[in-house]
């Protein structure tokens, strides 16, 4: 197991470290949750089980008891056992009194989970006790166990007195306290950060807070700011600026100016010390110069540190006079150094001042493509670091080198019968695969940079494998032809990352006693490397004797084994894998659960292991020519099947999910709608309902057909909003049909192979299947909906009750009811709904048994059909998405992502980009177009600079992609590569020089590269990889022809290969000379692949937290969320993305219920984490901004809210420009802070852009637009223009009309509003009039100017980031909590069909940022 020293990043902040001083006079408030910081590092303060509502954690424990009992009453009893269970966790907790050496006793809160070594921790991080390393805690004169919980220690209780007692050194722990003093002294320095080394990251927050909020936004007096604010942002930031600059991602942190404290810490030469000395108790020596130029030698003994007269020429290694012994070496520097006394203690200072979160390390490494010139400074540890294998705190675990594989597989073997067990286990999970990530990578790394032997080194360098560290590592290259017939080193190349994706969805699916290897995919200077644990034993077998189940060479010859298939049958269901028979070389049929390349070996250590999960989902036929084999007609049309790289494409497990999600929905209908004729048959309506049908049908066909000719405009143009009548899951299958037009044709589209004309052909008379088929169609209308959904109903009482018992004691009737819905939709069993797929189908070299040729018929048709569902459902409602904005992309890897949830691939972005590119409503999309665009080229880039990179020997590395980048981006029309003017002369190289990095070799061949031969090879590329057709031959051509930016291609670039360059201004377009120098390339970066362990019971929580959020029950919600926090803090420690999702819900939360200051302090975490966590400008962190910014001014702080708006613009400019909807709402959120402040005219810039996209991409007719109409007219208003400001109103006023009709209480404001400015304007003229008549003595009637007040601004701000509150009684409360209650009611017996959110749309009103 792994120590639980590691659990604990060394930094984990002790809550707010400026409260501790002050910790004595707060017991109650909400500072102290202190200690509960380690359990909740998250530092905001309330325990769990706190009501967060009132904000002060004050009220007794019963008390809060009671408010979570009640919370938990209308919640179900499953989710009550989980709230009790929680509330054993986090028992209350106590405090106790610090006494440590030289300082005041201190009081510290404690809770009763915790074990002694947190304790240490936190002293470890204290301003005042931080230089302590070496010490003991004791109660009562007993000295206190490390690894005790805090509860098994007897007479420990509130108010007990634990000494800090120095403790004598070993060897073991000088150096710790030498790497901790070092760390203190570099806490401010971001260094690490840059290198992308030890998790550190970046965060810029606090420049432009100054600070932090918390404190200070309470302290502030509101209105006091108007005066001194000086609005007017860079040039830069303005709209329609053309220039982007780069330096500005960076801002400069005045707190990193290094304060130095020493000029030197290094170990001495004279290490180790001899055998004499070291009986005298010396452990090490140090050398040190102070920054007052002194030169000493240092002692590390037992009993402490002192100065001995050793110089750098002589060893005496006697005590000097005096030797200033001290136990800690900061004491001991403090008396000989007045500098380093003065600095190390403002060092401080500043150190425990910054928000925890800018200080605990990330769970993955973050890299930062840009950093300034850093100073190479000298480091021992650092240097000392870089040459032993250690891993993190290698030290601290007995054996030296982790033995992974162990650790991997005993934390899943630990028990999870409870939430408190699986909280334990799955912190243990993730900490160890953080930990493995790391190690994984570095030692990838190690590999690539030549520095780790071969395991086989006499093989060519490209076969060659290694250990490190416990790590297998091989190279991503087809050896001994082992991919021969899938595609050579493409095939190669991409099997580590879909066995990667298996290896995730076997770790989710989490069955007790099958295992599978800590795997990690790394991507370094053009190789890609797989790091795996390893099983034991398995190197000292070959691999025939030791695989007991699959296959090693494709199936030619398979093996099975009866545990493994018990094994694999329970991932069956989940991976929906179907269990199959393959033919091995003997002719013999063999049983599988999985595809055949899936290898089972049972290790030294007795578990069950499986390995090359490759194949764990179907293959994708829409790129896998196959002889003789027809794909359906809308994969045809569509140019499919494709050749690709290789024959390794296979479905997205979010694919396969939608895909029989689908089927179920198709399922469903069918069962019911034969019920219900079966129901009018016994009714003996017979004829009616065959009239009835009829109606049905030609009334989904014509539709169908005139569907398509539609253009979709702003509004869906389905005959009912589809949204009124869907099922919640069943807006997931929505989908566009081919001219996107609206939904719900997606029926015939996918049962083709009994309709092979529905919609084609209104005339064609359906046949029995097709009927019902056609009919399901309209039960999405909405018009039968009401009739056909009781037998909805029946329809899954019957598919349970079937699926229950064997079936027996339901009527013949229904069974074949429910056989032929199962037939239809190609379930593999014919009494209940079951789509599984058979991972081997077109596999080259498997062989099926004959007897099973119908079964294998049907898994061919079922692959067939998904690969059309891809095309045709999930393609065209991607971008349905992207037109109503429900998906909103801004960079490449966010639209990755948003093509990943729909289950399409990235080799698909051709076909997304031919389909967006046909689309009539083009312009609305020509965000989403321009990043595709971006994205695609930038992918070919990446693959093309691959196999440059491969050529260039390490000591032209940044001169070879310094050419690359100004082939890539440089407007230079000869870009000649200057082959680096070799620093060492001589120009011969030793000519044997075997073990070479692979692929090595003088090469320079890299130099020739010209821009327009790399630009022709992008555009082949995009060709060949994605079928796309690039129109462009320069970098030039491309940014004129798609509208796009260098400086967006640029960091897309640099993020995908893993380039750092130099932040400075880049002069992309000059013709004279290259943008890039090979100084400019700082570091090349790996791209790490790794499996996310989740936590998934905190998971659940924020879940149901989120959907009793968007129920109305707000409170409740909080509560879920709030525990939800307090899990994920559990599993995951203090930093992480989903504690970032977390935390930005429950600041919008607390909003919402008027806790402003709560609010900002929770979404300063969200934005420092996403800083941190996810990088400095990714989108999340761009919204982040946006929201903190609100916030900001919800409390008053009226600049702080602007220069964070400026910020989030600044980075939307860099991530994808002006020209993206989201711009629109930033700008109307500074346009509206700016009226705030009286800067009219430059309000007015920003919503009158705001006013132009919002037009673009929602249409003019959008109540979007018509709500930007009204901004604008309210500051033409502050300015006295009123005619201006009428015709936008009036603008605005038709919208409304148009849109919601006359009665609207929208279009009745906008009427008002109307009224209002025609008055001033009449008022205005007659004063005029008056003036022009009487001149210097006209009697003037004093005109009301208004000044936008804070109230109003806010109010509109709100609206417009979709914060709407719902001014309610008590009563009108409670009455709408009983009918939420009685549709839960009809909605569980099953007599509604629609979804929650009705009530009030409460939908519109809270959105709920997932």
Same mark, same amino acid.
């Not at 067990?421 to 570095?442: G, N, P, Q």
């Not at 199936?555 to 179907?578: F, I, N």
């Given at each position: 197991m792994v120590s639980k020293t590691d659990d604990i990043p060394a930094s984990v902040p002790n809550c707010n470290p400026v409260d501790l001083a002050r910790e004595g006079e707060t017991t109650n408030s909400k500072d102290t949750s202190s200690k509960a910081a380690l359990k909740d590092p998250c530092a905001c303060g309330h325990r769990g089980d706190t009501a967060v509502m009132n904000g002060d954690a004050g009220h007794?424990?019963?008390? #809060?008891?009671?408010?979570?009992?009640?919370?938990?009453?209308?919640?179900?009893?499953?989710?009550?056992?989980? #709230?009790?269970?929680?509330?054993?966790?986090?028992? *209350?907790g106590f405090t106790v009194k610090i006494q440590a050496p030289g300082t005041e006793p201190f009081d510290l809160q404690v809770s009763p989970q915790e074990m002694v070594q947190e304790i240490h921790q936190v002293l470890m991080d204290r301003?005042?006790?931080?230089?302590? $390393?070496?010490?003991?805690?004791?109660?009562?004169?007993?000295?206190?166990?490390?690894?005790?919980?805090?509860?098994?220690?007897?007479?420990?209780?509130?108010?007990?007195?634990?000494?800090?007692?120095?403790?004598?050194? *070993?060897?073991?722990?000088?150096?710790?306290?030498?790497?901790?003093?070092?760390?203190?002294?570099?806490?401010?320095?971001?260094?690490?950060?840059?290198?992308?080394?030890?998790?550190?990251?970046?965060?810029?927050?606090?420049?432009?807070?100054?600070?932090?909020?918390?404190?200070?936004? =309470?302290?502030?007096?509101?209105?006091?700011?108007?005066?001194?604010?000086?609005?007017?942002?860079?040039?830069?930031?303005l709209p329609g600026s053309k220039e982007r600059p780069l330096v500005p991602l960076q801002p400069q942190n005045k707190d990193w100016k290094p304060m130095q404290c020493m000029k030197v810490l290094t170990m001495s030469g004279w290490n180790p010390p001899p055998g004499n000395r070291k009986m005298h108790g010396d452990l090490m020596y140090l050398y040190i110069v102070t920054v007052e130029d002194r030169h000493v030698s240092i002692t590390a003994s037992t009993r402490g540190f002192y100065l001995n007269q050793s110089t750098t020429y002589t060893f005496n290694p006697k005590p000097a006079n005096p030797s200033f012994l001290s136990h800690s070496l900061v004491e001991l520097l403090s008396q000989i150094s007045p500098a380093f006394k003065k600095n190390f203690t403002a060092l401080q200072k500043k150190r425990v001042q910054r928000h925890p979160f800018e200080r605990i390390a990330t769970p993955f490494q973050v890299y930062s493509w840009t950093a300034p010139q850093i100073d190479h400074a000298m480091d021992c540890v650092r240097a000392e670091d870089a040459y032993t294998s250690r891993l993190g705190y290698e030290e601290h675990i007995p054996g030296q080198t982790r033995d992974w594989n162990e650790e991997l597989q005993t934390?899943?073997?630990?028990?999870?019968?409870?939430? %408190?067990?699986?909280?334990? =286990?799955? =912190?243990?999970?993730?900490?160890?695969?953080?930990?493995?990530?790391?190690?994984?990578?570095?030692?990838?790394?190690?590999?690539?940079?030549?520095?780790?032997?071969?395991?086989? %080194?006499g093989e060519e360098t490209r076969m060659q494998m290694f250990i490190w560290n416990n790590i297998f590592f091989s190279l991503g290259f087809d050896v001994r032809d082992h991919y021969r017939e899938l595609g050579g080193d493409a095939a190669a190349h991409a099997a580590p990352t879909n066995d990667l994706n298996g290896v995730r969805a076997y770790s989710a699916v989490d069955v007790e006693g099958l295992y599978t290897l800590g795997t990690v995919v790394v991507d370094?200077?053009?190789?890609?490397? $797989?790091?795996?644990?390893?099983?034991?034993?398995?190197?000292?077998?070959?691999?025939?004797?030791?695989?007991?189940?699959?296959?090693?060479?494709?199936?030619?010859?398979?093996?099975?084994?009866?545990?493994?298939?018990?094994?694999?049958? /329970?991932?069956?269901?989940?991976?929906?894998?179907?269990?199959?028979?393959?033919?091995?070389?003997?002719?013999?049929?063999v049983e599988l659960c999985s595809s055949v390349e899936c290898k089972g070996i049972i290790g030294n250590d007795g578990r069950h292991y499986i390995l090359d999960l490759l194949r764990t989902f179907p293959p994708d036929l829409n790129f896998l020519p196959v002889e003789g084999e027809e794909l359906t007609p809308e994969s045809q049309k569509l140019g499919f099947p494709r050749q690709h790289r290789h024959r390794l494409a296979c479905l997205r497990q979010e694919l396969i999910e939608a895909f029989v999600e689908h089927r179920y929905l198709l399922f469903m209908k069918m069962a019911a709608l034969q019920l219900m004729q079966q129901k009018a048959n016994k009714d003996k309506t017979a004829a009616l309902q065959d009239t009835n049908t009829a109606v049905v049908e030609s009334e989904s066909k014509p539709q169908a057909l005139e569907a398509s000719e539609k253009v979709p405009d702003d509004t869906p143009s389905s005959p009912t909003s589809s949204e009124s009548?869907?099922?919640?899951?069943?807006?997931?299958? $929505?989908?566009?049909?081919?001219?996107?037009?609206?939904? +719900?044709?997606?029926?015939?589209?996918?049962?083709?192979?009994?309709?092979? $004309?529905?919609?084609?052909?209104?005339?064609?008379?359906?046949?029995? %299947?097709?009927?019902?088929?056609?009919?399901?169609?309209?039960?999405?209308?909405? /018009?039968?909906?009401?009739?056909?959904?009781?037998?909805?109903?029946?329809?899954?009482?019957?598919?349970?009750?079937?699926?229950?018992?064997?079936?027996?004691?339901?009527?013949?009737?229904?069974?074949?009811?429910?056989?032929?819905?199962?037939?239809?939709?190609?379930?593999?069993?014919?009494?209940?709904?079951?789509?599984?797929?058979?991972?081997?189908?077109?596999?080259?070299?498997?062989?099926?048994?004959?007897?099973?040729?119908?079964?294998?018929?049907?898994? /061919?048709?079922?692959?067939?059909?998904?690969?059309?569902?891809?095309?045709?459902?999930?393609?065209?409602?991607?971008?349905?998405?992207?037109?109503?904005?429900?998906?909103?992309?801004?960079?490449?890897?966010?639209?990755?992502?948003?093509? !990943?949830?729909?289950?399409?691939?990235? =080799?698909?972005?051709?076909?997304?980009?031919?389909?967006?590119?046909?689309?009539?409503a083009k312009a609305q999309l020509e965000h989403i177009y321009r990043i595709g665009i971006s994205e695609l080229i930038t992918r070919c880039a990446k693959h093309i600079f691959k196999t440059y990179l491969q050529g260039v020997e390490l000591s032209a590395l940044s001169a070879a992609v310094s050419h690359f980048l100004n082939c890539l981006l440089s407007s230079f029309p000869d870009a000649v590569a200057h082959l680096p003017a070799d620093e060492l002369v001589s120009r011969r190289k030793s000519r044997k020089r075997r073990n070479r990095v692979p692929g090595g070799g003088d090469n320079t061949t890299w130099a020739?590269?010209?821009?327009?031969?790399?630009?022709? +090879?992008?555009?082949?590329?995009?060709?060949?990889?994605?079928?796309?057709?690039?129109?462009?031959?320069?970098?030039?051509?491309?940014?004129?022809?798609?509208?796009?930016?260098?400086?967006?291609?640029?960091?897309?670039?640099?993020?995908?290969?893993?380039?750092?360059?130099?932040?400075?201004?880049?002069?992309?377009?000059?013709?004279?000379?290259?943008?890039?120098?090979? #100084?400019?390339?700082?570091?090349?970066?790996?791209?790490?692949?790794?499996?996310?362990?989740?936590?998934?019971?905190?998971? !659940?929580?924020?879940?149901?937290?989120?959907? /009793?959020?968007?129920?109305?029950?707000?409170?409740?919600g909080c509560e879920l969320i709030n525990e939800a926090l307090n899990l994920f803090n559990n599993v995951y420690g203090a930093m992480h993305v989903e504690i970032c999702a977390c935390l930005r819900l429950l600041a919008r939360l607390n909003y919402i219920m008027g806790d402003h200051p709560e609010a900002l302090s929770n979404q300063q975490k969200a934005v420092l984490m996403s800083e941190r966590a996810l990088g400095i400008e990714h989108p999340n962190t761009i919204q982040e901004y946006m929201h903190l910014a609100l916030y900001c001014f919800a409390n008053g702080q009226l600049s702080t809210a602007l220069k964070l708006l400026y910020r989030a613009r600044y980075l939307m400019l860099v991530v994808c420009g002006e020209d993206h909807p989201e711009m629109a709402l930033l700008d109307s959120n500074i346009g509206l802070v700016l009226h705030g402040v009286m800067e009219y005219d430059l309000s007015l810039r920003f919503l009158e852009n705001a006013l132009a996209i919002n037009s673009k991409y929602h249409g003019p007719r959008s109540l979007k637009v018509a709500l930007s109409h009204h901004l604008v007219a309210r500051v033409y208003e502050s300015k006295a223009e009123f005619r201006s400001a009428l015709q936008h109103e009036k603008e605005g006023y038709t919208i409304y009309k148009n849109q919601v009709g006359e009665a609207h209480e929208k279009t009745k404001e906008s009427s008002e509003y109307l009224k209002y400015l025609t008055q001033q304007a009449v008022a205005l003229q007659r004063t005029m009039n008056e003036i022009y008549k009487n001149g210097s003595n006209a009697s003037i009637m004093p005109l009301k100017f208004t000044a936008p007040n804070m109230a109003s601004v806010l109010e509109q701000l709100n609206i417009i980031n979709g914060i709407i509150f719902i001014p309610l009684s008590q009563k009108d409360l409670e009455n709408l909590k009983a009918e939420v209650q009685r549709r839960q009611l009809m909605q569980d017996s099953g007599k509604i069909e629609e979804p929650q959110g009705s009530q009030l749309e409460l939908d519109d009103k809270l959105p709920v940022d997932d």
């Open positions: 007794d424990q019963a008390e #809060e008891a009671d408010s979570k009992q009640d919370g938990s009453a209308d919640a179900d009893s499953a989710e009550d056992a989980n #709230e009790q269970e929680v509330i054993v966790i986090q028992d *209350t301003e005042d006790t931080c230089h302590r $390393t070496c010490f003991s805690l004791q109660l009562d004169g007993n000295v206190l166990d490390n690894f005790a919980e805090l509860k098994s220690i007897e007479g420990l209780q509130e108010g007990s007195l634990l000494k800090v007692v120095e403790e004598p050194y *070993t060897v073991r722990e000088a150096r710790i306290h030498v790497r901790h003093i070092r760390d203190l002294l570099k806490s401010l320095d971001p260094s690490d950060a840059y290198n992308g080394v030890d998790c550190n990251s970046l965060s810029f927050l606090s420049v432009f807070t100054d600070g932090d909020l918390g404190d200070t936004g =309470r302290r502030k007096k509101k209105g006091s700011e108007l005066e001194q604010i000086d609005c007017t942002p860079p040039e830069h930031i934390t899943r073997e630990l028990s999870r019968k409870n939430l %408190p067990e699986r909280l334990l =286990r799955e =912190r243990a999970i993730f900490k160890v695969h953080s930990d493995f990530a790391a190690a994984a990578t570095r030692g990838a790394m190690a590999v690539i940079d030549g520095n780790v032997m071969a395991i086989n %080194p370094y200077r053009g190789y890609r490397v $797989t790091a795996q644990s390893i099983i034991p034993g398995i190197l000292e077998r070959e691999q025939e004797q030791s695989v007991i189940y699959g296959s090693i060479d494709f199936g030619k010859t398979v093996v099975s084994h009866p545990k493994y298939l018990e094994l694999l049958e /329970k991932t069956s269901r989940p991976l929906k894998v179907q269990r199959h028979a393959v033919l091995n070389e003997k002719d013999a049929s009548t869907l099922t919640p899951d069943d807006s997931e299958a $929505t989908t566009v049909s081919e001219n996107s037009a609206p939904e +719900n044709q997606e029926a015939p589209a996918d049962l083709k192979a009994q309709v092979p $004309t529905a919609n084609a052909n209104g005339t064609h008379e359906p046949s029995a %299947p097709e009927r019902q088929n056609g009919g399901c169609d309209s039960l999405l209308e909405g /018009k039968e909906a009401d009739e056909i959904i009781p037998g909805l109903a029946q329809a899954k009482e019957l598919a349970e009750s079937l699926a229950a018992e064997d079936g027996s004691g339901i009527d013949p009737k229904s069974r074949e009811v429910v056989l032929n819905a199962c037939k239809a939709v190609g379930s593999i069993s014919n009494s209940s709904f079951d789509i599984r797929f058979n991972p081997d189908i077109f596999s080259p070299g498997v062989r099926f048994p004959d007897d099973s040729a119908e079964d294998i018929q049907k898994q /061919k048709q079922l692959l067939k059909d998904a690969a059309a569902f891809l095309v045709s459902c999930q393609i065209p409602s991607f971008v349905k998405d992207c037109l109503d904005h429900s998906s909103l992309p801004m960079d490449g890897a966010t639209m990755t992502e948003a093509l !990943h949830q729909r289950g399409i691939n990235v =080799r698909y972005l051709g076909t997304v980009l031919g389909f967006v590119d046909n689309m009539p020739s590269l010209t821009p327009s031969e790399l630009w022709k +090879n992008i555009t082949s590329e995009a060709h060949s990889y994605y079928h796309y057709n690039l129109q462009c031959e320069s970098v030039d051509q491309a940014v004129e022809k798609y509208n796009l930016q260098k400086i967006t291609l640029l960091r897309e670039i640099s993020i995908k290969t893993g380039i750092q360059i130099l932040i400075k201004e880049y002069n992309f377009d000059s013709r004279h000379k290259p943008a890039f120098t090979e #100084e400019d390339i700082l570091n090349i970066f790996p791209v790490v692949k790794h499996v996310n362990p989740k936590a998934s019971d905190a998971f !659940h929580f924020f879940q149901s937290g989120q959907a /009793k959020v968007q129920q109305g029950f707000l409170k409740e």
